[in-house]
Each structure stands twice: as structure tokens, then as C-alpha cells.
């Protein structure tokens, strides 16, 4: 045995340590509470860090390193495959950095439902289910839905002006999620394959029209059976531009939320903000945005949330007096959970409807909603 591994743990100091020393000053309150997600992450989140990251994979795979050529050349062909599929994890990651964030901004709005530190528990108990049916869902998302996910002030405020440029940025947002969404749904099973018990077997691929061939994979899925997963420069190319563009996009996000969080009373400014869609991440002064406080925005909510209430009385005249309901204003549904614990409700919710942007309604003794 190892004279190195003998040592190991004689003297040595714990890893845990009993406080994250000034850092707790960031992540705490006074009381030693807990801040929120938001608040604490408009700090610590790097896009560049993840960028560098995920071009340090593509420099090597473009230009590979003079110890590269000094390998066999199976040994090459291996080493290739393992950097494409840590490049398809890096994106995996940010696909699920960027879903974990949806569901983050969308828990902002429930903090009298649900504390800070049983947000920071739903976040890091989140399933991958949770994620997939965040994408799964995309496609049917609205420009509001969208524009309320980037942080943006309500659409019907706005100008002619304003709602033009976001209105135009939400439809191409949407269009990069439904790419997203469209690769993270195609490798999330060759990515749980790599990363838990590593399942995942390289071999190449020829297309029978073009006679090019690229880089794939076989990996056992959870019912034992053998896929295959190609993946060809275009492919492997767009990964690379996915990874940098989902750490654009959460930067932009953070901006705007970070920005719309500050709002204390509705206001019209000019904002020099990054807008996601042709002038890409680029500050532009966008004039005359409306900025309702997040109050005006919950109250807003809670009239739409109404309305639909309104239009679904029948269904709700079934439900048991004094139960509360969640009622998603996007797709207009009233959810099939109900009952008198609003925290149930809120956690049911938001397992089943990751980051929509539902309303909690109590049933009134008349048969109608009201505050819960």
C-alpha cells in the first residue's frame, strides 16, 4: 500500500468546518436566517467561470494539446469521445442550472406561503423530474410566462415601444428554450449514464448518404437496454454555443431580477438593461419601462387568478369549503390538489407545475376564492 495513503487522515484537519466564516455574513441575516435564493445569488453566480469552462473543452477538442498526438491512436479515439461527453455533461448542467433558476424566481413570489430556508430546501431536493417537465412544458408557455421567467415587467404595462422590443425578445427567448429544451430531453439519459455508474460506451457512427462520420455513444438505460446517441461536429458545435448562450441567458436573467427586486413603488424609467434576442446581450437604454413593485405584480396575479376562478365557479363549487387551490394563470387550470394546508398545496404545486406561475386561492364558505 501506498506510503501516501497511509497518511492520509493522520493529523489532518476536518473538511466540514463549523462556520463558512465571513461568507455567513453574505448568506445570513442577523439572525442567522437564511437569505433568499435570489439575494444571494445575484452574487455568487459567474457566467464567465462557466464559459471558460465549457471553451476549455472545445480549445482541446479544436486544437488538441502536443501530448494529445503522443497517445496511440485508440487511445486518441477514446480521448475524444470523453471530452464530447463532458461537454454534453457541461451542457446538461447549465440545462439544469437554468431550470433550477425558474424555479427559483418563480418561489419569490410565495414567500408568505413558504420561508427562505424551505425554498433552499425544494431547491436542493428538487428531482430530475421536476426539470424535465419544466421543458417538457416550455412549448406551451406564453410570451408573458416567458417574459415574467427573464425577469421582465409585465408585457400589458408597457408602451408601444418598450413592448415591442420585449415582446420581440420573448418570442426568440422562447424559441432558444424549445432548443434547450430539444437537446437537454435528447442527452439527459446519456448524461445520468456518464455520471452514475458510467454506463456509457464510445463508438463511431457513418451517415449512409453523406459518408461522414461522428462521435456516439451506447449506454445502458435504466431498463437495460442499449441506445445509441450520435453526435456530429454541427452537434457537438451547437453544444458548445448552447453552454456559453445558457450562461448568457441566467446572467441576463439575474440582472433583471436583481433590477425589478429594487422597485419599491411602480415607476416609468429608462433602463440600460441586456435584452436577450438579435442584439444579444448588448446594453441598450430601452425607454418608458413600467415597473410595478412585486406587491402590484401579486395583486395583478390575484385578480387574473379571479377571473379564471370565475370562469371555473362549477368545478370549484365541488371542492370542500375552506380548502385551498392553486390555480396556474397561464394555462388557465385549476390544479387537482386542494386542501387546508396552504405549504401542501404550494409544494405540491410547484412539484407537478415546476415554475409556473400559479396563484393560491382559499374557497370561501359562499363557494368563491379569496386570500388564503
Known sequence: MSSNLLRIGKGAKPWILASAGPTDKILKDSNGKLHSFSEILYQFYSSDAHMF???????????PPRRFYA????????????????LASKFCENAEALAAF????ATQFYMDGLSPEEVWKKLAQYQTVE????YRSIKRKGPNYIANLAGYPPLDLQGSQSKAVLLRSTRQLAGYLN?????????????????????????????????????TFTYIDRDAQAIAVSLDDNRVRELYDLCVGISQLLHLMLEWHRFRL????????????????KSAYKDHTIRGLVFPTLMQIGDARKAKADEIAMQKSIEISKLPRGDVIAIDID??????????????????????????RLVFR??????KVGQY
Open 179 to 215: 432548443l434547450v429544451a430539444e437537446y437537454y430531453m435528447n442527452l439527459r439519459e446519456l448524461y445520468n449514464a456518464y455520471k452514475h455508474g458510467f454506463r456509457v460506451f464510445p463508438a463511431r457512427h457513418t451517415d449512409q448518404t453523406t459518408r461522414q462520420e461522428s462521435v
Open 71 to 86: 497517445l496511440s491512436l485508440p487511445l486518441q479515439e477514446k480521448a475524444r469521445h470523453l471530452l464530447v461527453l463532458e
Open 362 to 367: 382559499r374557497i370561501t364558505p359562499d363557494g
Open 331 to 356: 394555462t388557465e387550470e385549476i390544479l387537482p390538489y386542494h386542501s387546508r394546508d396552504v405549504s401542501d398545496i404550494i409544494k405540491q404545486a410547484m412539484d407537478s407545475h415546476p415554475g409556473a
Open 262 to 277: 429594487k422597485i419599491n413603488k411602480r415607476t416609468r424609467l429608462d433602463a440600460q438593461l441586456p435584452v436577450f434576442g
Open 102 to 105: 425558474a424555479l427559483a424566481f
Open 53 to 63: 469552462m465549457a471553451g476549455c473543452l472545445k480549445e482541446i477538442l479544436d486544437n
Open 131 to 134: 426539470i424535465v417537465n419544466f
